[in-house]
């Protein structure tokens, strides 16, 4: 979007002018209810997943069709994701999970087409998940093993002098989680696709023109692979707190 | 994105030329907005996936997998069966090749005895024969004997009434019998 200001000769770069919100319908200000292009890109990876999971499966095939077969890929492969880490009495969190799962991965693939929003890159959408998960496996922890979740930060095996050390270090590094949780899939996305634009400013110039394509072509590439593995470590490390409020002793 | 960015109306994050002050992920006006729709949307995600999708995809994979399990049982069935059948076939053809040289060995049996009693009633003719046989030649050769004495009594006989002498027969039957006892 930088580039569509034509100044004259000179270079423009707005790359993060992609983040822009804006409504959907007319001018008027963003009010927290007003349907945006968040709101638009958010529906389609909606749709994108009902299409997977829901019209894909409607034939409820032993042998699977393609479409089926990547609903079941995905539920296979977050299913025993879940109950790798988490143990078999996670199991029962699964729905959570697959739905955070899912909203990100389509999320952060949309976010790739051309003209797209990138709804997963906004701190505020990432913050809610993070703290979301945050706040929902510290109750849980609480609820499950009640006082004995604060085991989680005093080291048995440590020797005595240092447990009260380790265990500030563990409570400032599990209250620091939700924080890295939601900043790193942010950062990744909003980084990748201000390169991208950033790329795509120098595409103005004649003669960097080829070098710039090139660059987004390969930056493109990248993403194609962030976008995946960020919507895997954002589920796995999901994964991994729910593991420590099942089973806080180390 | 729309293209007329132009027009877009100036705010707290956005400038009047339609570009972000800032980062927009950072302008708090837009954030209540944002958070509202994820919030809506993990919720009809969160019911689609847990009423429907995930429901359905776990029956089809539970269905999947007890079909694979049932035809892997009714393979090793199988098998075992078609082991037994090759059992019960050698031992089909063992048995009849034990039976088939039983009978072998029978019929050589009778074919044996049926042949050495057929031997031994040649022999036994063979033996009766010959001693008929030695009979007849010994009563040929006594009577040859007879009439060659008979003969030798005569020619002496004659010898001697030839030569002009009176045969006596008592005499020359004696010299006759003596000489061909010699």
Redesign the interface.
């Known amino acids: 979007?930088a580039t569509?200001?034509h100044s004259e000769g000179g270079l423009v770069f707005?790359p993060?002018?992609?983040?822009?919100?804006?409504p959907l319908f007319g001018?008027?200000?963003?009010?927290?209810?007003?349907p945006?292009?968040?709101?638009l890109w958010?529906?389609i990876?909606?749709l994108c997943?009902?299409g997977i999971?829901?019209m894909g499966?409607r034939g409820?095939?032993?042998i699977?069709t393609r479409l089926?077969s990547i609903?079941?890929l995905i539920?296979?492969f977050i299913y025993k994701m879940v109950e790798d880490v988490t143990g078999k009495d996670g199991v029962k969190y699964?729905?959570?999970i697959?739905?955070?799962f899912?909203?990100i991965l389509f999320a952060n693939y949309l976010a790739l087409l051309p003209?797209s929003?990138s709804?997963t890159?906004?701190?505020?959408?990432t913050a809610?998940?993070g703290f979301g998960v945050f706040i929902a496996v510290t109750i849980l922890g609480f609820v499950l093993n009640g006082a004995a979740f604060l085991g989680l930060f005093w080291m048995k095996d440590a020797p005595l002098v240092l447990r009260p050390i380790i265990a500030v270090i563990e409570v400032i590094s599990y209250f620091v989680r939700p924080v890295s949780h939601s900043i790193r899939l942010?950062g990744n996305i909003?980084a990748g696709h201000a390169v991208i634009k950033v790329f795509a400013g120098f595409a103005a110039l004649t003669l960097v023109s080829p070098v710039a394509i090139l660059g987004i072509t390969a930056i493109y590439g990248l993403e194609v692979l962030v976008a995946g593995i960020q919507a895997y470590v954002f589920t796995i490390l999901t994964c991994v707190y729910l593991k420590d409020a099942l089973h806080p002793a180390h | 994105m729309a293209t007329d960015t132009t027009e877009a109306t100036a705010g707290a994050c956005v400038d009047a030329g339609g570009s972000a002050i800032g980062m927009p992920q950072l302008c708090a006006d837009w954030m209540p907005n944002q958070i509202f729709w994820l919030v809506v949307s993990l919720i009809v995600i969160y019911f689609v996936l847990s009423r429907i999708a995930l429901p359905r995809i776990g029956a089809v994979l539970a269905e999947r997998s007890g079909t694979i399990t049932n035809d892997i049982a009714k393979a090793e069935d199988l098998k075992i069966q078609a082991v037994e059948a090759e059992a019960a076939y050698e031992k089909a053809l063992a048995d009849a090749r034990a039976e088939a040289s039983k009978i072998v060995a029978e019929a050589r049996a009778a074919i044996q005895s049926d042949l050495d009693a057929e031997l031994a009633k040649a022999d036994a003719q063979i033996s009766a024969q010959t001693a008929e046989s030695e009979k007849a030649i010994a009563e040929i050769r006594a009577s040859a004997t007879d009439s060659i004495k008979t003969v030798a009594k005569d020619v002496a006989k004659s010898l001697v009434s030839a030569m002009g002498g009176t045969a006596d027969a008592k005499t020359v039957t004696a010299a006759v019998t003596a000489k061909m006892k010699g």
């Open positions: 979007m569509e200001e707005h993060l002018d992609q983040f822009i919100v804006k001018d008027g200000p963003v009010h927290w209810y007003t945006t292009n968040v709101t958010m529906g990876a909606i997943i009902i999971f829901v499966s409820r095939a032993t699977p089926q609903g079941e539920y296979g699964f729905p959570y697959m739905t955070l899912v909203f003209m929003y709804a890159s906004m701190i505020a959408v809610i998940m942010a909003m």
